[in-house]
């Protein structure tokens, strides 16, 4: 089973983009389903991640720019992102946590996100 991450792109400050994360099979027990970013030569850091139940945690640069959301039925994560910044640009990576028991860790191929000025 894969994750495929979509919906990167070029934009400008103050843009928006939406990226998806959808499962290529059937993954269960998801416990967290996350969003990690990483910028040319900085380490990969979180950005969201919504659990089990729908709780959500952002990160402080992007809290009221950006919002976590899921759809069970598509088994899909969603990362909406407005009021783009250019300190925004990187590589974003989904990354789900799913198991009882033994716990997994799915990771997307990653999609670029860039913001110019």
């Known amino acids: 089973v894969q994750l495929q991450a979509s919906g990167g792109g070029s934009v400008q400050v103050g843009g928006s983009l939406r990226l998806s994360c959808a499962a290529s099979g059937s993954i269960f027990s998801i416990n967290v389903m996350a969003w990690y970013r990483q910028a040319p030569?900085?380490?990969?850091?979180?950005?969201?991640?919504?659990?089990?139940?729908?709780?959500?945690?952002?990160?402080?640069?992007?809290?009221?720019?950006?919002?976590?959301?899921?759809?069970?039925?598509?088994?899909?994560?969603?990362?909406?992102?407005?009021?783009?910044k250019p300190e925004d640009t990187a590589v974003y990576y989904c990354k789900w946590v799913a198991g009882r028991g033994v716990v997994n860790d799915y990771w997307g191929q990653g999609t670029q996100v860039t913001v110019s000025s």
């Open 41 to 84: 030569g900085k380490q990969r850091e979180l950005v969201a991640y919504i659990t089990r139940g729908d709780s959500t945690v952002l990160a402080d640069s992007v809290k009221g720019r950006f919002t976590i959301s899921r759809d069970n039925a598509k088994n899909t994560v969603y990362l909406q992102m407005n009021s783009l």
